[in-house]
């Protein structure tokens, strides 16, 4: 993950042509008429700045629907909430690697994680 602090009024155009620098954008969600780029998903509690229910199932895997699923993901948060809606990132392959004791290891031998499709 790389972040960048301070951001601040970064344009729906600027943020895709960011993203385009990573690879192709894939545009598979509703554009909401206040978002700032119809390649940008924005996302809110309320119905009138926002999509809600976006990402509702609680923890999941931002793509894991598609056969597929994205390799980059950029992000841009103008306004977070002060208390609640925690976003945890967690590197799942080391996880896997280095989080697990020996019996959780054993149990994971042969399991395969796919993606819907």
């Not at 895709?16 to 809110?44: E, M, W, Y």
């Not at 392959?93 to 994680?113: A, D, I, M, T």
């Amino acid at each position: 993950m790389i972040l960048f602090r301070n951001q601040t009024n970064l344009s729906g155009q600027r943020q895709v042509d960011i993203s385009n620098t990573l690879g192709k954008i894939q545009s598979f969600f509703h554009h909401h008429p206040q978002s700032p780029h119809t390649d940008i998903l924005r996302a809110s509690n309320d119905p009138a700045v926002g999509c809600t229910n976006v990402g509702r199932s609680g923890w999941h895997n931002d793509g894991i629907y598609q056969t597929r699923p994205f390799q980059f993901q950029t992000m841009y948060f103008p306004r977070v909430c002060h208390t609640g809606g925690e976003t945890e990132f967690v590197p799942l392959n080391e996880c896997l690697e280095y989080g697990l004791s020996v019996r959780e290891r054993k149990w994971l031998e042969g399991v395969w994680f796919m993606g819907g499709g």
